[in-house]
């Protein structure tokens, strides 16, 4: 079974995804991490050298390479979803969990992080509601299940889609 966790910058995709891969005792794989191993530079560099467009393109080959992968949980780029391709892709051939978190929830994570290029604007936190207003729909439409992040710890947090992914009828997790 192949998992894919999907939601805005901040919401604890691969912290979340690295702890559920070891529950299940199955691979995890972080989209942005293949892609920079990929690239050979850091996604903002890229970013800056050949725009959003082109980095959406790397993003959509790795997450075809990666949604073919028999079993594992897969950490997707925060911005993944806005192609047709990759929610198709993700809801297709894996069990899509969004991580939902507000912008503030996200704000007070992420204020002092300046490795996301997306954020490094006057107003992170207007970005963060502009980047929510414009994703959610998306991950709505791409996820199987929602997940309230809140103040939930991460063990919490792989509990409740563990739980979901059982009563959905999938085998037994560890």
Sequence with gaps: MMISLVGLPGSGKSTVGRQLARRMHIPFFDS???????????????????????????????????????????STGGGA?????????????????????????LFRRLRHDMDRPLLQVADPLARLRDL?????????????????TGRPSVATLVN??????????DRPLA
């Design 81 to 105: 979803v806005l192609r047709e391709e990759n929610r198709r892709h993700l809801a297709g051939r894996t069990r899509v969990v969004y991580l939902n978190s507000t912008p503030t929830e």
């Design 32 to 74: 942005d991490h293949l892609i920079e191993q990929r690239l050979g530079c850091s996604i903002k560099a890229f970013f800056e050298r050949e725009g959003e467009a082109s980095f959406r393109d790397v993003e959509a080959t790795v997450i075809d390479q990666l949604t073919s992968e028999s079993s594992g949980v897969l």
């Design 160 to 169: 409740m889609i563990v739980m979901q992914i059982e009563l959905a009828g």
């Design 132 to 148: 929510y207003a414009q994703r959610d729909p998306l991950y709505r439409e791409t996820a199987e299940f929602v997940i309230e």
